[in-house]
């Protein structure tokens, strides 16, 4: 099938930056749109942001101007790089995927989850 591997997740004190990495494997013969949601504890998960093949962005108003989403169409990489971290960023983050399989189904998938920490 297809799996989504995450990465890049640690702590980090308030104001500190971090880089998180997810790479989708398997039966993929494109990935339309890839992305990044968090969820933290007693709480909803929520967009942080996505992007698509052609390269278009969007992110959730907490987090813009903050983090920047990018992606690597040829590993099946998507990538978040989190500037001026606060600790309301505290979440485990999901990375996303909607692939197209060999098979010519498409599916949405996700990964496992980083844990993210940031301390004040």
């Known amino acids: 099938q297809v799996q989504l591997v995450e990465s890049g997740g640690g702590l980090v004190q308030a104001g500190g930056s971090l880089r998180l990495s997810c790479t989708a494997s398997?039966?993929?013969?494109?990935?339309?749109?890839m992305g990044w949601y968090r969820q933290a504890p007693g709480k909803q998960r929520d967009l942080v942001a996505t992007?698509?093949?052609?390269?278009?962005?969007n992110y959730a108003d907490s987090v813009k101007g903050r983090f920047t989403i990018s992606r690597d169409n040829n590993k099946n990489t998507v990538y978040l790089q989190m500037n001026s971290l606060r600790p309301e960023d505290t979440a485990v983050y999901y990375c996303?995927?909607?692939?197209?399989?060999?098979?010519?189904?498409?599916?949405?998938?996700w990964g496992q989850g980083t844990q993210v920490t940031v301390s004040s």
């Open positions: 398997g039966s993929i013969f494109s990935i339309a749109a």
């Open positions: 992007i698509t093949s052609g390269l278009s962005t």
């Open positions: 996303n995927a909607d692939v197209r399989r060999w098979d010519g189904r498409s599916y949405d998938y």
